[in-house]
């Protein structure tokens, strides 16, 4: 792992290497867990299909296709900040998707660390009315996915070590390329909850500090490494899962069928994503070329 002095002079770095806009025909890797990854979206990115569940509705898809990148997408759902850096079982680190003609990463990572989405899995499933939802009743069959890890401040201060090390990671493998960390849209609604998300006051309380909390760590990361922050937590405020355009989903499959992953964003979420990636790409003079 890399020390703290190095990330500090790798970070004197990212300036410049922000800076740059990848054109096209450039390598973009894309990294992290299931919110980068894009379940039940759109097809299957991966032929044949892979356990890691990536969509060709994610934002990494939608973002390569716009602008002509060639894609790496090594996203993959239940991935934690140890699964980036290191091999998964039969996975290798997605790290390793780096090279050093990459021009663009983002990166979406640190919810499962610190059981953001099981937590969210486990107080709609405990909650009233919970065994009418076709999740909550399977998920004896699912319990070791759907149970939250013991959550301490060791679990987050193995995150943020995760977080800066995939940071640093990405300087050194990737001198030139533009690093954008992407963190999780919003679920929750500000005050309450709604049938989609059927959670107690006190799940409702735990699950919005977490998301918080996550925030701000993703925040403190990209920062102190020079990357680009993507706050998707605040562009989606009012596109929660109780919204009317939601862009995320809640524990109820939503009208028409189709796939459905509980508390993951829709493809209207994929799409902000990428808009909101595109935007800060576009640098006066050394603009991205569309198709």
């Given at each position: 792992m890399i020390g703290r002095a190095a990330v500090a002079a790798l970070a004197l770095v990212a300036g410049a290497a922000s800076a740059r806009?990848?054109?096209?025909?450039?390598h973009y890797v894309a990294m992290g867990s299931s919110y980068a990854a894009g379940p039940g979206i759109a097809q299957s990115a991966d032929a044949p299909p892979t356990r890691c569940?990536?969509?060709?509705?994610?934002?990494?898809?939608q973002l390569a296709a716009r602008?002509?990148?060639r894609l790496t997408d090594v996203s993959c759902g239940g991935a934690t900040t140890a699964h980036l850096l290191g091999p998964w079982n039969e996975l290798p680190p997605q790290i390793d998707a780096l090279r050093p003609d990459t021009a663009l990463v983002t990166v979406t990572i640190g919810g499962n660390?610190?059981?953001?989405?099981?937590?969210?899995f486990k107080g709609s499933c405990e909650g009233e009315g919970a065994?009418?939802?076709p999740f909550c009743r399977g998920m004896a069959q699912r319990a070791a996915s759907v149970t939250p890890p013991a959550i301490d401040a060791t679990a987050?201060?193995?995150?943020?070590a995760g977080l800066t090390a995939i940071a640093a990671a990405v300087r050194v493998r990737s001198p030139k390329a533009r690093l954008v960390f992407v963190d999780y849209l919003t679920v929750l609604p500000s005050r309450g909850g709604c049938s989609a998300v059927p959670l107690s006051p006190a799940a409702l309380r735990q699950s919005r500090e977490t998301a918080a909390r996550l925030v701000r760590l993703t925040a403190k990361v990209a920062a102190r490494s020079g990357a680009t922050l993507i706050r998707a937590s605040k562009l989606s405020v009012q596109h929660n899962a109780c919204a009317t355009q939601p862009w995320t989903t809640g524990i109820m499959a939503p009208p028409g069928?189709?796939?459905?992953?509980?508390y993951h964003p829709n493809l209207a979420g994929m799409t902000a994503i990428a808009d909101a990636i595109a935007t800060r790409l576009e640098v006066p003079g050394r603009p991205l070329h569309p198709k």
């Open positions: 806009s990848p054109a096209a025909g450039s569940t990536r969509s060709t509705g994610n934002y990494a898809h602008y002509r990148l660390d610190v059981g953001f989405v099981a937590g969210l065994s009418a939802t987050w201060q193995r995150a943020e069928g189709g796939a459905f992953v509980p």
